[in-house]
């Protein structure tokens, strides 16, 4: 096992999980908790806490010591403060929280708090599907869409931390309004609620019916139940994936105009719609892009949680913290 110091404990709080697990230089995922996310700020805040109490005994009952904390939220955080500055209505009321300064005044350790996008794009750099790279763009499709941009093996944050929101890219400047302010951002069609909410205006209009399950209120529609139908053959199931894959996939292009990256690294659980998003997706940079990158699905089941960890190895100089190996 790699040097017992260099552990360290990754936390990654989402809209409906929170996870910490203490995490080895090789990312190795040694402790894991994993609990439904509080609904109130002070209780997020103390969740974390106690799981982070639990994570440094349990190292220390190893007889082992720790180099640093890492945390990973959904949001919009100003890292050179460690400070959430706000966040979606998944996290209600996670604004203006000073994470990185609680948490250092509670556990006395060296502390970095990032958002989950850029946390997953560190994880591919350190242990994923970019350690080879220099320059590439992450993507995680899951409930919404969360981007990273990874520059000369460093991410990019941009001056007010907004940089890599990938979601928030329009492709209908006439679209529906997005919550972020932004109207068609690709997130509200390519994302997993994205789907979910055509699904269900398809399903109130009688042109999307479902024979798999009984579906009595459009609030049970999800992407899951979308991908099922068109798995068991439902064009317009299928047509509706296929659609979600060339949005996501003509706004991926824009960004191949903007930044030229070696490849672009995919992941997420929308990746579970299996081919009828995938090669949509793929056939849409291919045929659009002025110079494609190739795009690759991302190899780790944790980017956000190794993520987290990774950025104790990537920031952690001014603590006296040496990178394990280079990343
Ligand atoms: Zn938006």
Known sequence: ???????????????????????????????????????????????????????????????KGLRGIGISTGGRVDFERGEVVDATALLPDWRRVPLRDLTVEHLGLPTWVDNDGNCAA???????????????????????IGGGVVLDRQVLRGVAGTAGELGHISVDYQGPVCPCGNWGCVELFASGSGLANLAQTLWEAGVLQFTHKTITSATEITARE???????????????????????????TSLLHTLNPERVIVGGTVLDL?????????????????????LVRSPLREAGLLGAAALVWQNGASEGIKPPQSP
């Open 1 to 63: 096992m790699t040097d017992p110091d260099s552990w360290v404990l990754a936390v990654d709080l989402g809209g409906t999980r929170l996870r910490m697990a203490v995490v080895t230089p090789a990312g190795e995922l040694l402790y894991e908790e994993q609990h439904p996310t509080p609904k109130t700020r002070p209780d997020i805040l103390a969740q974390i806490w106690a799981l982070l109490d639990r994570g440094r005994d349990w190292v220390a009952a190893q007889g």
């Open 122 to 144: 560190l994880g591919e750099l350190w242990f994923g599907a970019g350690q080879d790279c220099h320059h590439f763009l992450s993507v995680v499709v899951g409930t919404g």
């Open 226 to 252: 979308v991908g099922e139908a068109a798995r068991l053959g439902n064009p317009v199931a299928q047509d509706l994936i296929q659609r979600a894959g060339r949005i996501l996939g003509t706004a991926l």
């Open 274 to 294: 299996g081919e009828d998003y995938w090669q949509p997706l793929v056939n849409t940079v291919q045929s659009r892009a002025m110079a494609p990158a190739p």
